[in-house]
């Protein structure tokens, strides 16, 4: 759900000067940064104590370190090389297995620490390279603290378990009941997100054997809150300090992921490489049956994740109408980038300014409020907490969902200028079109919080621009007089096969 970032990553905002993954804020709150530094010692006591018991006083005395990918030769990805992973498969019952004992199966004893594999150099067989070409440095891990066997745990997400759990609004009119039972029906359940999870952490766990010192997020809307149970799973893998060129460097390791998926993880089904401007690996895992894309290094999918993540629960309105309004566009056909319509991504940032700009606003500018806690530069470990302690909004605006609604129809269908205007959720308005080369000939301008391009460039056909308008208007017309769901979608039949 997240956008494609520009072809060499480049952000036209004024960046500060800084590393990949950016500084601390000066300004970020003292109990976040206390967890920090609490992070780092934890972790650096607990190498220190494995390395001690494990008699192992080398890597005791020795400070972590960035190695290179590998040898230099290239990745032997025949189906006949030996290998410990050679048919790996996950056992269907999974959620049930201890996770210790899962990991027994797919790992040796004499690699159970991430950690130490920064410490001393891999073995051999276990070290694959990237092409001698491409000179790519290897991140240190985010500091993780281990548990006491020294694996490391999966993305934690206590906030979006929460969150899960927000108290829905009270609706009054038809239209507000059916919209919050179509919610009810169709959102992301704590069960769906779990099992996102493991496979994130399971494929985690192979991918660090060829690059050690990567990490695989989960992103989009299956973490922010807008998900739905048959989303997709959208993950990126963070491989490096410097900026990835999409083009030549991501599409090589997405290459090798590729056949690795492909040679050797029998769970994996139908693994493809997508050559899009960020270019994806598709694949299916056959124990959870969720779908999933994977991208290099496309780190603005994290940090509007969580941006929009904030959003969706500061306010116990916002999550209802992004699913109805998703719904809809998915019905009319105006709901997918890759046929030249709207993505859901774009959808989102439509609804957030909608609220934004009403006389009464229903929401901030996250951007402009919590600086702090949305700093483009901020270290990528710190992304997910950072926002954590954000109160909830209070609007004296109290308009039912059901209105809210028929009025974001109406403000696109008839308000909006299109020509003229550019939506910006970083400042809570709309914006005069930019007159650059990236934004000349798009019929809709939404600009990305994070990097400033547009999330809607795939809306460059006039035809496909008149059938989203064309959508806009017939449904608010329908729906301004007779304020029924039925009337633009199936809506006891989506319930329904939902609950089954």
Not at 122 to 148: F, H, W
Request: hydrophobic share 40%; with cysteine; glycine share 4%.
């Amino acid at each position: 759900m997240f956008p494609n970032s520009p072809k060499l990553g480049r952000a036209p905002f004024p960046m500060p000067a800084g590393d990949f993954l950016g500084k601390l804020p000066l300004s970020l709150g003292p109990a976040i940064l206390a967890q920090h530094q609490k992070q780092i010692m934890d972790l650096k006591n607990a190498s220190l104590s494995r390395a001690f018991l494990g008699g192992n006083l080398d890597a005791a005395s020795v400070s972590a370190q960035t190695w290179p990918f590998g040898n230099g030769r290239p990745l032997p990805l025949s189906p006949s090389s030996s290998s410990t992973f050679q048919g790996t498969k996950r056992r269907s019952d999974e959620q049930q297995v201890p996770f210790d004992i899962k990991r027994q199966r797919i790992q040796s004893p004499q690699q159970s620490s991430a950690l130490l594999r920064q410490l001393v150099p891999l073995r051999e067989e276990r070290r694959y390279s990237v092409p001698a070409s491409m000179k790519i440095p290897v991140i240190q891990a985010p500091p993780r603290t281990p548990d006491v066997k020294g694996r490391l745990p999966p993305l934690q997400d206590s906030q979006a378990t929460h969150y899960l759990e927000t108290t829905l609004p009270v609706a009054k009119d038809k239209l507000s009941v059916q919209i919050l039972e179509l919610f009810q029906a169709c959102q992301q359940q704590a069960s769906d997100l779990k099992k996102k999870d493991i496979c994130r952490a399971e494929l985690q766990r192979e991918i660090q054997q060829m690059f050690p010192s990567s990490r695989l997020y989960l992103v989009g809307s299956s973490l922010n809150g807008f998900g739905t149970r048959d989303s997709d799973a959208d993950l990126c893998l963070v491989m490096q300090e410097e900026l990835v060129n999409q083009e030549t460097e991501a599409r090589q390791i997405l290459n090798m992921i590729l056949k690795y998926f492909y040679n050797r993880l029998a769970y994996i089904e139908k693994p493809q490489l997508i050559r899009a401007k960020v270019p994806i690996v598709k694949f299916r895992d056959k124990v959870s049956g969720v779908e999933f894309d994977l991208n290099v290094n496309n780190v603005v999918g994290i940090r509007n994740t969580f941006l929009l993540r904030t959003y969706a629960h500061i306010e116990n309105r916002v999550r209802p109408l992004v699913l109805v309004v998703k719904q809809w566009a998915t019905h009319f056909g105006i709901n997918d980038a890759s046929r030249g319509t709207l993505s859901s991504y774009t959808l989102v940032l439509m609804v957030l300014h909608y609220l934004q700009t009403l006389p009464e606003p229903i929401l901030p500018s996250l951007q402009r409020k919590y600086p702090e806690c949305f700093a483009p530069t901020m270290q990528l470990n710190l992304v997910p907490q950072a926002p954590s302690h954000i109160p909830p909004f209070f609007s004296k605006n109290g308009s039912s969902i059901g209105e809210l609604f028929v009025g974001f129809l109406k403000y696109f269908a008839t308000e909006f200028d299109w020509t003229k205007h550019m939506i910006s959720v970083r400042e809570a308005k709309v914006l005069p079109r930019p007159d650059r080369v990236e934004w000349r000939n798009k019929f809709i301008c939404v600009e990305e919080p994070f990097d400033g391009s547009n999330t809607a460039r795939a809306v460059h056909e006039k035809q496909k621009f008149v059938i989203i308008q064309d959508a806009f208007l017939k449904t608010y017309h329908r729906m301004k007089d007779k304020k029924d769901l039925n009337g633009i979608l199936p809506l006891r039949a989506t319930i329904n096969g939902k609950k089954r």
